[in-house]
């Protein structure tokens, strides 16, 4: 499978991304031992997590979703077939947040820990902490990098001004840059990624990977009606989507999926993929079967006609 370099950093990915989002919440343990089990089977190497994921569900406290991954790589011994995208900065506890030097290192130790890894592939800052200079947060990284327990850094949640000021401060004073951009972006929600953003990453050299890439499943046309939106514990984030544009979109990801026996799913990905300006988009599934249909989306080739008839109808 053709694989995409991640900005300078000297990895390269396949073109889709695993969202562990979904461990230990809507995927038990034995499921996502299967789905990471069939994801691996495939060719494919990468896995998308967070330290807070997945606080959201009662009962957790956050670090779910990296302690299965941990756990399954343990028990299949692959670690090295695999690569891991975990972040830090999301609130974890009293004074657990943020990109402080302080806590970026606790928590990359407690990442480690539940991972069950000696190095993380690609450790992202999940959103700006405007309390922390930028040279504080990208030092703290350095550190990690020089003891071998990261290899690359990233940025998830960041503005073109956020972004650029920190390649400021890591040309100027030498230390890591961030070398993957993480944003949301996906053929329905478009405006915060393209223009200023896309267009900084791309003359950078650095490598683009979003998240939302199914717009929470919206875009997999399941979601129609307000009627729709209990079949999933997202349905209820869903529900903004349901609009004349977001039914526009919907159309043409079926006109487009129906001329290439295709899933509506399988289409929205495609898009991504085929972007000059996305490496790879991630996508969470908790069935074979949902799992089955990202992996086909990988192989799918987008015409001009079908990219030009999907642009027109997510156009804002």
């Known amino acids: 499978m053709h694989q995409r370099q991640l900005g300078r950093s000297g990895i390269a990915i396949s073109p889709l991304v695993f969202g562990g989002n979904v461990f230990g919440w809507t995927a038990d343990r034995a499921r996502s031992f299967d789905l990471l089990d069939r994801f691996l ?5 990468t896995v998308d997590t967070a330290d807070v994921y997945s606080a959201w569900v009662p009962g957790n406290a956050g670090g779910e979703s990296e302690t299965i991954i941990g756990d399954w790589m343990a028990a299949r011994g692959n670690r090295d077939a695999v690569t891991i995208v975990t972040k ?13 030097a302080t806590w970026i290192e606790r928590a990359a130790e407690a990442s480690l820990r539940r991972l069950k890894t000696d190095r993380i592939d690609l450790y992202l800052s999940h959103l700006h902490d405007e309390s922390v200079p930028y040279e504080e947060t990208l030092s703290a990284y350095d550190r990690l990098i020089r003891a071998g327990k990261v290899r690359a850094i990233g940025a998830s949640n960041h503005s073109a001004e956020q972004l650029r000021a920190a390649l400021d401060v890591s040309s100027a004073t030498g230390l890591p840059r961030y070398e993957v951009l993480q944003p949301e972006f996906n053929l329905h929600n478009r405006a915060g990624y393209e223009g200023a953003l ?3 990453a791309r003359a950078e050299g650095i490598s683009t990977i979003t998240y939302y890439s199914l717009a929470s499943g919206f875009l997999t046309g399941k979601y129609r009606s307000a009627a729709d939106l209990g079949q999933s514990p997202r349905g209820a984030g869903i529900k903004a989507y349901l609009t004349p544009r977001g039914l526009r979109i919907l159309d043409a990801l079926e006109a487009v999926a129906g001329a290439h ?6 289409v929205a990905l495609a898009w991504l993929i085929a972007r000059p300006d996305v490496t790879a988009p991630i996508a969470s599934a908790t069935s074979t079967e949902q799992l089955d249909s990202l992996i086909r989306a990988t192989t799918l080739q987008l ?3 079908d990219i030009a008839a999907l642009d027109q109808a997510s156009r804002a």
């Open 303 to 305: 015409g001009a006609e």
């Open 198 to 200: 896309s267009d900084l």
């Open 261 to 266: 026996g295709a899933k509506p799913a399988e």
């Open 41 to 45: 089977g495939a060719g494919f190497e």
């Open 88 to 100: 830090v900065g999301m609130e974890m506890g009293p004074e657990e947040k943020g990109l402080s």
